[in-house]
C-alpha cells in the first residue's frame, strides 16, 4: 500500500518540477527600463535605491549581527531547517560582484540565481516579483556601491528532502507565480502606491498570512503564527485583530513610522521592521501603506463572544491574576487599563490581548515589551521581562486576567500555553 502512495507522489513531484522548469527559463533578461529611469544620473539612481533597500529592509537578513554589512550569514529559521542568507556585497567570487543588472531583475522577479539555480522563498521573491523594472535597476545601482567582503556563502542546513532543488521547483509550481504589479484605474495614486509597497518590497504577506504545511501561502494578509520564532502576526484584513478598519490613516501612518500609537504599540519581530525599515520611509510613502491597509476588505468577523465559566475555581483562577496585576501592572497601565500612551499603551481594548491566539501577551509578559528607537520615539518606554519572577501558573492568571478586564472578553490560557512558549527564543 505504501508503495502505491509515495510512487504517485513522487511522479507528481517530478512533473511539477519538469513543469517549473518549463515555465521559467534559467535566465530571464526582463523588460528594459523605462526611458526615464534611464536618463537618471547615476547619483539619483544610486540615491534611490537606497531608499529602496531600506523599504525592503534588505539589511536584516543580509548582515549578521556585529558583521560587515550585506556580507550574508545570517541563518533564518524554517520548519524545515536554516536558510542562510548569501553575500550581495561586490565581491566577485562571493558576492555579487559578476551580476548584470538581468541577473539581478531575474532574482527579484523570477527567484533564479545568476547560475540558474532556484531560490529558496526565505528570501521572498514572491513579493519582490511585483518590483518594476526601473526600481530593480535603481536597487542594482545601489548594491555596486557596497564595498566588496570577501566571504564565502554558507551552506543551508535544511532537512530531505527539501534540500533539492526538485522539491523546490515543485513548489514553486504549486505556490508562485511571476507577476508584475498593476496599478487599478479606479483607485487613487496613494493606494495604489501603498499597494505596491505592501505587496512588493514591503513582503508584508510574508509573516501577516498563514502557511500550510509546505509553507504555501494562499490567503494574504489574514494573519498567522510566524514560523519557529513563535509570533502572531494580526490579520490586517480583521477588525477583531489588527483592528485598522475603525483606525484613522495618521493613527495608522504613525504606528508604521515611529512603532507607537494612540491605541497600539508595535513589539517582537515589528518593531525591528519599524526600526530597520519604516522609520526610514517618507511621510508620503508611510501615509499611502496606512491608506492601503485601512481600504483592504474585511474579513468575516468571528461572532460568538466568550462564554466565561462562572465555577469558583475559574473565579478563583481571575481574581489571582488581578492581584498579581496590582502588584506589577498597575502603575504602568493604570487601574482601569487605559494606560499613557504612547508610552504605556493601554490594555482596555487592546486586541494583541483579545485575539484567539494569546501567544502575543504570553510573550510580552515572559521576555518584555520593547518598542523600537525611532527618530519619532526616540526614547521608547519598555515593559520588563516577568519570566523570572512568575511561573507559568502565574502568568496564565496575568495574561487571563487582562484577557477579562476592562470589556476584554476572550478565553483564559493556561500553564501550558505559557510553558509552550517559555523557551522559544527570543529571534
Known amino acids: 500500500m505504501k508503495k502505491r502512495v509515495v510512487l504517485p507522489l513522487a511522479l ?44 525592503g529592509d534588505c539589511m536584516a537578513c543580509h548582515t549578521v549581527r556585529g558583521g560587515a554589512q550585506y556580507a550574508g550569514g545570517r541563518a533564518l529559521q524554517t520548519p524545515f531547517g536554516a536558510v542562510v542568507a548569501p ?24 527567484g533564479r540565481s545568476r547560475d540558474g539555480r532556484l531560490l529558496y522563498p526565505a528570501f521572498p521573491y514572491p513579493n519582490y516579483t511585483l518590483v518594476t523594472r526601473d526600481d530593480a535597476d535603481a ?20 532537512r530531505f528532502p ?20 498593476r496599478p487599478e484605474p479606479a483607485r487613487p495614486a496613494d493606494w495604489n502606491r501603498g499597494a505596491y509597497l505592501v505587496q512588493g518590497l514591503g513582503h508584508c504577506s510574508a509573516c501577516h498570512s498563514a502557511r500550510n504545511a509546505l509553507g504555501g501561502s494562499s490567503d494574504e494578509l489574514s494573519g498567522g503564527l510566524v514560523p519557529v520564532l513563535g509570533w502572531y502576526a494580526p490579520a490586517l484584513t480583521s477588525d477583531a485583530e489588527a483592528g485598522l478598519g475603525d483606525w484613522p490613516v ?68 481571575l ?10 501592572c498597575v502603575d504602568c497601565h493604570g487601574a482601569d487599563g487605559r494606560g499613557a500612551p504612547p508610552h504605556y499603551p493601554p490594555l482596555a481594548g487592546n486586541r494583541a490581548l483579545t485575539m484567539q491566539d494569546a501567544v502575543n501577551p504570553i510573550r510580552i509578559v515572559l521576555n518584555g515589551g520593547f518598542p523600537p528607537g525611532t527618530r ?18 502565574e502568568v496564565a492568571q496575568v495574561v487571563s486576567y487582562l484577557r477579562s478586564a476592562w470589556g ?20
Open 87 to 110: 553575500n550581495i556585497t561586490q565581491d566577485v567570487a562571493t558576492g555579487i560582484g559578476a551580476w548584470s543588472t538581468d541577473d539581478f531583475w531575474n532574482a527579484l522577479h523570477n
Open 319 to 328: 481574581q489571582a491574576g488581578a492581584r498579581l496585576y496590582d502588584k506589577h
Open 139 to 158: 536597487l542594482y545601482a545601489y548594491f555596486k556601491t557596497i564595498p566588496p567582503v570577501r566571504q564565502p556563502n554558507a551552506p543551508h542546513r535544511l
Open 12 to 55: 507528481t513531484a517530478l512533473v511539477l518540477a519538469l513543469l517549473a522548469g518549463l515555465l521559467w527559463p534559467r535566465h530571464d533578461a526582463g523588460p528594459p527600463p523605462s526611458a526615464a529611469f534611464q536618463a537618471l544620473p547615476l547619483s539619483e539612481k544610486i540615491a534611490r535605491g537606497a531608499y529602496l533597500a531600506r523599504a
Open 250 to 317: 495618521a493613527d495608522i501612518a504613525q504606528l508604521l513610522h515611529t512603532g507607537v500609537a494612540p491605541r497600539a504599540t508595535v513589539f517582537g519581530p515589528m518593531a525591528e521592521v519599524v526600526r530597520e525599515s519604516l522609520q526610514h520611509l517618507t511621510p508620503q510613502d508611510v501615509r499611502a501603506m496606512a491608506v492601503y491597509l485601512k481600504a483592504l476588505p474585511r474579513a468575516a468577523e468571528p461572532a460568538p463572544p466568550y462564554q466565561r465559566s462562572n465555577a469558583p475555581e475559574a473565579v478563583a483562577f
Open 376 to 393: 519619532g520615539n526616540p526614547r521608547p518606554y519598555g515593559m520588563p521581562p516577568f519570566s523570572h519572577a512568575l511561573n507559568d501558573v
Open 408 to 427: 476584554n472578553d476572550a478565553a483564559p490560557v493556561t500553564s501550558a500555553d505559557v510553558n509552550r512558549y517559555r523557551s522559544v527564543p527570543l529571534e
Open 162 to 181: 527539501y534540500d533539492r532543488q526538485v522539491a523546490l521547483a515543485a513548489w514553486r509550481a504549486l505556490y508562485f507565480r511571476p507577476a508584475t504589479f
